[in-house]
């Protein structure tokens, strides 16, 4: 019986395909290859690149603190400017685009074609709750009078529609024009071209794409095994279902695809160590038996101190947080407040090749302040002088990146932990 790959090994894979493993450095980081490190903020291909090799990130509303698209690239780039982040979505050097891959997400412009075996099926298929629409009022009509509209006028908001219709309830309650909109843009005659206070510009999929953008449309199952190397590669390690959990693909298809990689060699199954002794046979991409093997030997140490977004693609793959760190990674921003174990936000801490806390943060904006309104160690990790630093340094890139000049903590569990680390700031 071939001898698993101990713990170590599989979280410094980890760790590395998705470029959390390198030290955080104080003014310069990771501008281009892993490993690479230089000073100054990271530039444009620096951001670029990154996104090519997470494969996608996730967008979310929530801003506690800046919104998790803008975390997620803190967490292993440190500071850096955003509007860098946001030009490749938006200026005049177009590298990125919002689509549908991991929930909704920014995806590398290259990968752009892969979205359209799914924009296909919508029109060609659409669901019951879609034609429902469609057969009410006049909605049918809307949907040639909003790209009409941006035809003539350029891009728009869903608020540049009017509506004189009842008023409606909570957010998703949208009004007709949005809508259509949005139908416009699951079926690929829209995209966002900008963002103003977080809504969406939408203008032609003819004016947005790049001329250089491959728009020969895939098969599904071609569309299925690119997703599922995509998902293995920045993984790691990781099952079969988890393959999938990474592009949100049915577990059907991600098998058929699995099992179609195996064959040709593109991926390798290995026997895994886990947590509390177990072991279990996982997927490692061919490309990525190097690394295994690197991190086996020990020469991949990871060393960055970080915090990490509860939407971080480190967490996609389910219940790898618990076979590989002993983590439960939740959030709890949706639950009652009486029900929330840890706070409304959480952003997990990353010490090494450790998960080895939590803290929920609340940022004052116009006070410049951090609040810290809970902090916890995970069970049996010691406050020591090592791990108080390294989170004291991380914390203060963290209050630059988000322009925070003042401190200030509530809770602490151990409560010698935020006292030290206070104390280090």
Known sequence: MTRPYSLPALRALALYTQRLHVPHIQGGHVPHVQGEQTQGKPDADAIHALVEQLGCVQIDTLQMVQRSQYLVLWSRLGNYDPNVFDALLFGSDRRLFEGWQHAASIIPMAEYRYQMPHQRSLQEQPNDWYTRWLSENHNSELLPQVLERIQQEGGLRASDFKYDGPRRGSWWDWKPAKIALEYQYAFGNLMVANRLNFQRVYDLTGRILPDWVDMS??????????????????????????????????????????????????????????????????????????????????????????????????????????????????????????????????????HKDQLVGRFDPKLERKEHRLILKALYLEPGIQPDEELVTAMADSLRD?????????LSMEKSEPAEFGQKLLAAM
């Open 398 to 406: 963290f209050m630059s990146f988000h322009q925070a000049t003042d």
């Open 217 to 350: 449309e895939p098969t599904l199952e071609e569309r299925d095994c690119f997703w599922i190397e995509r998902g293995v590669r920045a993984l790691g390690i990781c099952n079969p279902a988890q393959a999938a959990d990474y592009t949100w693909m049915k577990l059907g298809r991600a098998r058929s695809a699995v099992a179609s990689l195996l064959k040709d060699g593109t991926l390798v199954e290995i026997e895994a160590g886990l947590m509390n002794s177990r072991t279990e046979t996982m997927l490692v991409h061919r490309d990525n038996l190097p690394l295994l093997e690197k991190a086996a030997s020990g020469e991949i140490q990871p060393s960055r101190t970080t915090f990490l977004s509860p939407f971080d693609s480190l967490f996609w793959a389910r219940q790898r947080d618990q076979k590989l760190w002993g983590f439960r990674q939740s959030l709890e921003a949706y639950l009652p407040a009486i029900k929330r174990t840890y706070g409304y936000f959480c952003l997990p801490i990353l």
